[in-house]
């Protein structure tokens, strides 16, 4: 099966994946840790700047797959301490509008070039 790949500029790959994948009407969104891509490196700041430099990466990647964060119908967060749902969360909420997707967020030991959080998402096509 050949697969359907989006990728988006101004959205950083630091290994060899896609950063979108097409199966039928779903978008598998690779997941964004926050990386600037005009400097290569994690957004300075906390949580709150790495969560919306996540969404920016994620949106760009949507963006080039003709989708807007209403297409959004799952999203997975990954948080390396817990201590920082709240700060994540209150990012989060300014992200979606009402009915929010679906979401799991879990803890992990560590995260690629020592990221806080990372985000992916599953789109639908209308």
Request: aromatic share 8%.
């Amino acid at each position: 099966m050949a697969r359907k790949a989006y990728n988006a500029e101004g959205a950083a790959a630091i290994g060899p994946y896609s950063h979108a994948v097409e199966s039928g009407d779903l978008i598998y969104l690779s997941g964004q840790t926050p990386i600037d891509s005009a400097t290569g490196e994690l957004v300075k700041g906390g949580i709150g700047e790495q969560t919306r430099q996540c969404f920016l990466n994620l949106f760009k990647v949507l963006e080039a797959a003709d989708l807007t964060p209403d297409d959004v119908i799952k999203v997975n967060v990954y948080l390396t301490d817990m201590k920082n749902f709240k700060a994540m969360n209150e990012v989060y909420g300014t992200q979606f509008s009402q009915p929010f997707p679906a979401r799991t967020t879990v803890a992990v030991a560590a995260l690629p070039l020592d990221a806080e959080v990372e985000i992916e998402l599953i789109a639908k096509k209308s």
